[in-house]
């Protein structure tokens, strides 16, 4: 079956860097994205990565290897209105989306 | 980056009643929308997909008689919730897909800010 896995719940301290795993399982494979979402809002787009290697915006990278299934986000310089969910999500042969639960992620000044 | 609407932001309306959500991609074309649902404290679920032209693909368990599905051109896409009841209050969100044309990304989803639906 098609499955995503990252981390439920993951604290770090302002200014601080963290990272988030990701590993997917889907039949065929076009793409994984992450999202940023804040309580009671609808996700926005923060990367997408489809070949392998690591992706850079700013206070914000993605990392992929496809062989292994496996994907990062790290976030530098950590702020408090980072707090929030990140969904990892892949791509599927079908171009559907396979959401992962999310990762909650607290930050403490 | 792209952009895509959605309204109304918030409705409230009675049981028995029809709500239509509005879904819009403002500066590119969607031949493809998709419509989520999400409940507290839990990840996006797909409930359908809705592709220009032709009839929506939904998810095993989702009414389609319930969640009637209009893409009616490039940039809009309709959810109509039909009969509501208070079980069906929820967040709902839709995403669009962008393929990237002349940009460096192949092809991403962007979604509206979502609806929240409350049933009395």
């Known amino acids: 079956g098609q499955n995503i896995d990252q981390p439920t719940e993951m604290t770090a301290t302002e200014g601080a860097i963290v990272q988030i795993n990701c590993t997917y399982q889907t039949s065929g494979f076009n793409g994984l994205f992450w999202y940023q979402q804040h309580a009671g809002e609808a996700p926005t787009f923060l990367s997408y990565n489809v070949l392998d290697g690591l992706e850079e915006k700013g206070r914000f990278s993605s990392f992929l290897s496809r062989s292994k299934g496996y994907s990062y986000l790290l976030l530098k310089e950590l702020q408090m209105k980072d707090s929030a969910s990140y969904l990892c999500?892949?791509?599927?042969?079908?171009?559907?989306?396979?959401w992962g639960a999310g990762t909650k992620l607290i930050i403490k000044p | 980056g792209a952009v895509v609407s959605q309204h109304p932001s918030r409705v409230i309306c009675k049981s028995g009643t029809s709500v239509k959500i509005e879904c819009r991609s403002l500066?590119?074309?969607?031949?493809?929308m998709f419509w989520y649902r999400q409940f507290p404290k839990q990840s996006l679920m797909l409930m359908a997909t809705?592709?220009?032209?032709?009839?929506?693909?939904?998810e095993q368990g989702v009414e389609k008689d319930k969640f009637l599905i209009n893409h009616a051109s490039l940039t809009l896409s309709t959810l109509t919730v039909t009969s509501a009841h208070p079980e069906d209050s929820s967040f709902y969100i839709c995403s669009a897909r962008d393929l990237g044309f002349g940009t460096e990304i192949q092809e991403t989803q962007y979604f509206g800010p979502g609806t929240r639906l409350l049933v009395l």
């Open positions: 999500a892949a791509l599927d042969s079908n171009y559907q989306l396979i």
């Open positions: 500066d590119f074309q969607a031949t493809t």
């Open positions: 809705s592709n220009e032209g032709s009839k929506a693909t939904y």
